[in-house]
Each structure stands twice: as structure tokens, then as C-alpha cells.
């Protein structure tokens, strides 16, 4: 879990937060070049999430990746083909439920 004042990020509701600033990696995608990428988030899209890895910007579409997250002490599996949709619209879609995690 990831604390802030007043702000958890955790496995159980992900879904509903901004992703941006959260370091992530790729473990899965249907590119095999675009496994192993890692950093952190720094933008996204409906189709896209932006990663700066540190030199470069990466852009890796939703539907292709499926991102290990740090959440403090805690990892989580995030499929991102589950949230293909704008971020400020998936409060409507998930409710805080963790669609697309395991």
C-alpha cells in the first residue's frame, strides 16, 4: 500500500486512482520487446501509458502490457487491457473495484 496524507493507493482500489508518478515494470506484453521496460509512470491516456524509464520516454499501448507496480512494500499485477478508457472515467466503470488485477 502507498500512503500519503489523507491518500492509499492499494491493490483494491488502483483502478480508481492516478497512476501517474507510480514506478511500474513490464512482465507480460504481447510485444516481447516492451518486457523488462521499467520506470515511472509520467503520463497516460486512454490507449496509452507513458513511461520514463530514466532516458527516453517509452509509449506502450494498454491492450499490450501487463505492469508489476510498487505500492510501498507491495506488488501488484496490473493487467492494463482492463482499463482501457480515459483515467478520469474509470471511477465510473470500476467503482473502486479492482478490475483487471490479481
Known amino acids: ?10 491493490k483494491e482500489n488502483i483502478g480508481c486512482h492516478e ?25 497516460e491516456t486512454k490507449n496509452l501509458v ?16 501487463t505492469f508489476m507496480v510498487s505500492l510501498g512494500d507491495e506488488k501488484v499485477l496490473l493487467h492494463c487491457n482492463g482499463f482501457v478508457q480515459r483515467p478520469e472515467d474509470r471511477i465510473k466503470y470500476f467503482g473502486g473495484k479492482a478490475y483487471g488485477m490479481q
Not at 20 to 32: F, W, Y
Request: overall charge positive.
Open 1 to 10: 500500500m502507498l500512503r500519503a496524507k489523507n491518500y492509499r493507493i492499494s
Open 50 to 65: 507513458v513511461v520514463d524509464t530514466g532516458g527516453c520516454e517509452k509509449r506502450l499501448p494498454k491492450r499490450e502490457v
Open 19 to 43: 497512476w501517474i508518478g507510480l514506478p511500474v515494470k513490464v512482465i507480460e506484453s504481447t510485444d516481447r520487446a516492451k518486457i523488462g521496460i521499467e520506470g515511472k509512470v509520467v503520463d
